[in-house]
Structure formats: structure tokens, C-alpha cells
């Protein structure tokens, strides 16, 4: 099961090194960590990764809101504000360059887990293919096929519903919903809605 790869852009050491502690402990997986812009951009051409976790105040002569231009442009990357700072004119220039989580710091453990499966997940959704998902063309591509339920389920979530949401569509209990959920991560090989997105990303794009 692949972890999921984060990169921690962070001006202050010990920060980062809370961060990396706090995210590894958490399952993730930190592929980079910098101190400034200038070694924020070597790491971002060198590593590969999936999110990356931004301060905004790098102290460098590019600050983390231009960088994250370069981010969304270049890489493509999904990335999450994680800040101090929460005045007006800071929060007008966020905007235009659209995060995908902005966080004040002091952070909290679950709040960072929350945002950073929020935005994979979102992230994950806007990279699927247009249409409706094709179960044979998923199946071909696992060692155990989906039943029918699970690809129901499947693309519910596709569409962004919640486990309560699919319950009701499908007229089961929500707990029935996560037992289906946990075989459907099971046979993805994902261990979230996020992972399970991104998987499903992966197959039907061949």
C-alpha cells in the first residue's frame, strides 16, 4: 500500500521537524522538507509527492504565496497553507493562487489529518476522467473484481458523498457502508477515500 508523499516547506527547523514527526506518526510519508524558496524549488524538482504542506513567511525573497503559484502551475500539486498569518490583505492574495486548506498555526493533529485527506480527496476527484466510471474496465485491472454493491458505492464516492449519504442512496445502515468501504480499499489497494480516488484515477486512465 503506497503512502501518501508530502513535502513540508517550513522556515522554522523545529516546526518542520514537529510536522514530520506528527505526519509520519500519522502514516504519511515525507519526502522533502525546506527552509527557504530557493531550497523549496530544488526539492519540488527532485522529489516526487502528492501534497505539499506551505508556510507562507519563508524569509526568502520568494514568500510561499508566489510559491505556491509555481507549485499549482509547474507541478500541479495540491498544497495546504499552513500559517500565522490570517489578516485580510494576506488572505485576498491567498485566494487568487487557490489552496486546497489554509491552517493557523498552533495546528492540531486532527485538524491537520482532516484538511490534508480533504484535499487529496478534492484533488484526486478533479483528476478523474470525464464520464461515468466503467466497472469493466476496473475489474480487468484487479485481482479480485468489485461485486456490484462495491462498484455502487464506488460511485457514489466518485461523486463526493459522504458515508452517510451512500447509505441512503442505497437504503443500508452506514455500517454496512464502511464494511463495504473497508473490501473496496482492500481489493484498491488504498486506505482512504482519497487513495481510493486516486486509484480509480490510475485504472481508468489505463
Do not use: W
Not at 81 to 107: C, H, M, N, W
Not at 117 to 126: G, K, M, Q, T
Not at 163 to 185: D, Q, R, W
Request: glycine fraction near 4%; charge should be negative; proline fraction near 4%.
Amino acid at each position: 500500500m503506497d503512502q501518501t508523499r508530502i513535502i513540508i516547506i517550513e522556515d522554522e527547523p523545529i516546526i518542520a521537524e514537529d510536522l514530520k514527526v506528527v505526519l509520519e506518526d500519522q502514516g504519511y510519508f515525507i519526502g522533502g522538507t525546506a527552509h527557504n524558496s530557493q531550497d523549496a524549488l530544488e526539492v519540488l524538482e527532485n522529489t516526487p509527492a502528492d501534497i505539499v504542506l506551505l508556510d507562507i513567511d519563508l524569509k526568502s525573497p520568494i514568500d510561499g504565496i508566489a510559491l505556491a503559484n509555481i507549485i499549482r502551475k509547474k507541478y500541479g500539486l495540491p498544497f495546504i497553507y499552513l500559517t500565522s498569518f490570517a489578516d485580510a490583505q494576506t488572505i485576498e492574495r491567498v485566494r487568487t493562487t487557490r489552496p486546497y486548506g489554509y491552517i493557523l498555526k498552533p495546528f492540531s493533529e486532527k485538524e491537520l489529518r482532516a484538511c490534508l485527506e480533504i484535499a487529496l480527496f478534492n484533488h484526486a476527484r478533479e483528476k478523474l476522467p470525464h464520464g461515468e466510471l466503467n466497472k469493466q474496465i476496473v475489474d480487468k485491472q484487479l485481482d479480485a473484481p468489485l461485486t456490484s454493491r462495491e462498484f455502487d458505492i464506488l460511485q457514489l464516492l466518485y461523486t463526493g458523498k459522504s458515508n452517510k449519504e451512500i447509505a441512503e442512496a442505497l437504503f443500508v445502515s452506514t455500517n454496512t457502508v464502511k464494511t463495504h468501504l473497508s473490501n473496496l480499499y482492500l481489493k484498491l489497494d488504498a486506505h482512504s477515500k482519497a487513495t481510493a480516488i486516486a486509484r480509480i484515477r490510475e485504472l481508468m486512465n489505463g
